[in-house]
T-cell receptor, first 110, second 115 residues
């Protein structure tokens, strides 16, 4: 699976938007971009995924660069409950086996 | 509805003993995965079951690790002759099959401590 690169940590103020970047310069044409997050002492939780077009759901938005070599997860209004480790993962469609890196630890402060 | 459940939530065992970890996936999910997460690290893929197909065992770290799944329901991960480096949180996930990609639903994990 192609690798992803994320910053180790980010800080945000509550109720402000947060942009979590991910670089995946070796992405292949069949790789989907997945985002999961892991709250403290819990299993990972699906956030969003996309292939080429930007995606929106109730949790977040995913902005994918035109060349697909990078993407950004956007939390529109961060809350304290959004403090977690966010993982950007590439996977082909069929087995969807996920290879997790170390992710970005998001801290949200008042 | 009910999510993925795992048992036990915590397991402490002595080095050299065998352990069994259980996963109950979401009903109707044909795909089931096991992952391992060492302290402060990301998840490592261990094994993947999809319906009646042969499992993908490519992530199992050694022959001390094995897993079974009964049909499209319960799965058991067995670690024989446990070692201290096996200490980790073992996570199970399930998902619906089909074309394209799909989200995985994770259980709370089993924290294994080998003393």
């Amino acid at each position: 699976d192609a690798k992803t690169t994320q910053p180790n940590s980010l800080e945000s103020n509550e109720e402000e938007p947060v942009h979590l970047p991910c670089n995946h310069s070796t992405i292949s044409g069949t790789d989907y971009i997945h985002w999961y997050r892991q709250l403290p002492s819990q299993g990972p939780e699906y956030v969003i995924h996309g292939l080429t077009s930007n995606v929106n759901n109730r949790m977040a938005s995913l902005a994918i660069a035109e060349d697909r070599k990078s993407s950004t997860l956007i939390l529109h209004r961060a809350t304290l409950r959004d403090a977690a480790v966010y993982y950007c993962i590439l996977s082909t469609g069929t087995a969807s086996k996920l290879t997790f890196g170390t992710g970005t630890r998001l801290q949200v402060t008042l | 509805g009910a999510g993925v459940s795992q048992s036990p939530s915590n397991k402490v065992t002595e080095k050299g003993k065998d352990v069994e970890l259980r996963c109950d996936p979401i009903s109707g999910h044909t795909a089931l995965y096991w992952y391992r997460q060492r302290l402060g690290q990301g998840l490592e893929f261990l094994i993947y079951f999809q319906g009646n197909s042969a499992p993908d065992k490519s992530g199992l770290p050694s022959d001390r690790f094995s897993a079974e799944r009964t049909g499209e329901s319960v799965s058991t991960l067995t670690i024989q002759r446990t070692q201290q480096e096996d200490s980790a949180v073992y996570l199970c996930a399930s998902g619906e099959s089909g074309t394209g990609t799909y989200e995985q639903y994770f259980g709370p994990g089993t924290r294994l401590t080998v003393t």
